[in-house]
């Protein structure tokens, strides 16, 4: 699985958060549930940059080693924000672009080979945050997703 790379603009998010924590459990589906919220939520969510586009961010909170997991939608400003959603913004960036193919239950192979494989061996260290783009191939569990890795060259 080789990436291809793109460059993006710095990039507005609007959407809800959950903290992942070390003891949650398969069944816990806290991803899962926020998705179902955020979903029904989406309508709320004003000047969206594309109508069946949405992201999942994961962020690592200061030196813990747990992730505040996001889904959003881009937009063009924070000018509204509904109640009870965040905002993030994602810097410029080089991207590496991976495509996750199959069962979202196999995601963590994915994620596995771009950090345990791809990433060591590339020349390159991420930079900020990534995120998964869920867009208009993406209508059902199964369907695939892009995977950002915001990457520079190690110098």
Known sequence: MEPKFVVKEETKVIGMEVLRTEDEKPEDRVITRLWEKFTARLPEIKNKKAH?????????????????????A??????????GMVTMVL??????????????????ETYDYI??????KSGYRQVAPGFELYDERFSKPGDPFDIYVPVEVLT
Request: hydrophobic residues 40%.
């Open 52 to 72: 069946w586009a949405a992201l999942g961010i994961c962020r690592e909170t200061e030196g813990s080693g747990l992730c505040v997991y996001m889904a959003g």
């Open 74 to 83: 881009e937009v063009d400003s924070f000018d509204f924000v509904p109640e």
């Open 91 to 108: 810097p410029k960036a080089k991207y590496a672009v991976f495509t996750h193919e199959g069962p979202l239950e196999k995601i963590g």
């Open 115 to 120: 950090y345990r494989e791809w990433l060591p």
